[in-house]
């Protein structure tokens, strides 16, 4: 290890020792009660968790909506059984997750079928093998694609407007099998995370591990023809082998030549995504992920997550699970500009 590198490898050891006193929870997230009629409540959430990007659990941030008592299977056939609804399909549960096809390592998406609500529900009562159905369209898809449920929910979340103090980018609907997976991402959104039915059981570590969590270049490819017995996973071809900068980010692959030189000549659109499943972690393979630091969290019924901007996070679920997540945009300032050169230093 040249004098550079171990200079810099000491650097981000200070930043995550740092980083760990400041966010002090040393083994669990924090919970807290909801107090949305006390106008102070907000300003106390914003100074001691939003402020510093820390998550925490809000007990009975839904308990009281008529979702909570409403949203079934049953109340489902009764209210929405013929309306069309987007479904991703896997044979595994993992959409947009690496999975292993003919010695290759793909990213892999979702087959996207549109069917009716009650075939959907149907999976849900009787699931099959190798067929993983969920609902995780990230349209604002409760505005758009379910507006016979919105009544169901505080849509306007207003003690959550003013701790953010901006309106919603999104507000989305879930409910899928207990097999669906979500592999572990970033997202640029502030997060309130609402369980209506079941629970979810959250993996987060801070956006500061980041040079502990191992990343790699994969080729995109999509599931294809999902059934009990066959899946196809299509590559995703470059265009007419022309450039990819939409996967492939120039800052991200200058100055390795030779990871630049394999990208750039691949055939295949290629994306750069976490490469360890943090539910079962191969350390010997990624040694540096032992000193990120790991919480577990389950968000029971009736409660909320506050998940901050660009935590890392891999979700699972009990079967049947219905949850509603709102998006707020979060804020471009001096942490992001942080957080990007970061970025750099752990390429």
Request: with cysteine; aromatic share 14%; hydrophobic share 35%.
């Amino acid at each position: 290890m040249c004098y550079y590198e171990k200079t810099l490898k000491n650097c981000l050891n200070v930043l995550q020792e740092e980083t760990k006193e400041l966010l002090h929870f040393h083994t669990k997230v924090p919970c807290v009660d909801i107090e949305a009629n006390n106008p102070q409540w907000s300003w106390s959430i914003y100074r001691k968790y939003v402020a510093k990007n820390m998550p925490v659990v809000i007990k009975n941030a839904c308990r009281d909506w008529r979702a909570r008592k409403l949203w079934n299977i049953d109340y489902f056939l009764q209210k929405i059984p013929d309306k069309d609804v987007t479904v991703a399909i896997t044979p595994n549960g993992y959409a947009d997750g690496v999975i292993a096809e003919n010695n290759t390592d793909f990213f892999a998406m979702p087959e996207e079928r549109t069917m009716r609500m009650s075939e959907f529900l149907s999976n849900m009562t009787a699931p099959k093998k190798n067929f993983v159905c969920y609902i995780q369209k990230q349209n604002s898809n409760l505005l758009e694609d379910f507006k016979e449920l919105i009544n169901d929910v505080d849509i306007e979340l207003k003690w959550a407007k003013d701790i953010f103090a901006k309106s919603l980018d999104a507000v989305n609907f879930w409910m899928g099998d207990e097999r669906a997976v979500t592999s572990m991402h970033k997202d640029p959104y502030e997060n309130i995370y609402c369980v209506i039915s079941g629970y979810k059981d959250f993996i987060l570590i801070p956006p500061t591990d980041l040079p502990h969590v191992p990343y790699k270049y994969y080729p995109v490819g999509t599931f294809k023809n999902v059934s009990t017995d066959h899946y196809e996973i299509e590559p995703k071809l470059r265009n007419g082998g022309g450039d990819c900068d939409h996967f492939i980010p120039k800052p991200q692959i200058r100055g390795c030549q030779e990871i630049e030189t394999k990208l750039e000549n691949s055939k295949y659109e290629m994306l750069n995504w976490v490469s360890i499943d943090p539910s079962r972690p191969d350390t010997d393979l990624y040694p540096q992920f032992r000193n990120a630091n790991v919480y577990k969290v389950r968000i029971n019924e009736g409660d909320c997550l506050y998940l901050p901007s660009l935590w890392f996070h891999h979700v699972q679920q009990s079967h049947g699970c219905i949850a509603v997540n709102y998006w707020y945009d979060m804020d471009f300032d001096l942490k992001y500009c942080y957080y990007k050169m970061l970025e750099c230093l752990s390429t």
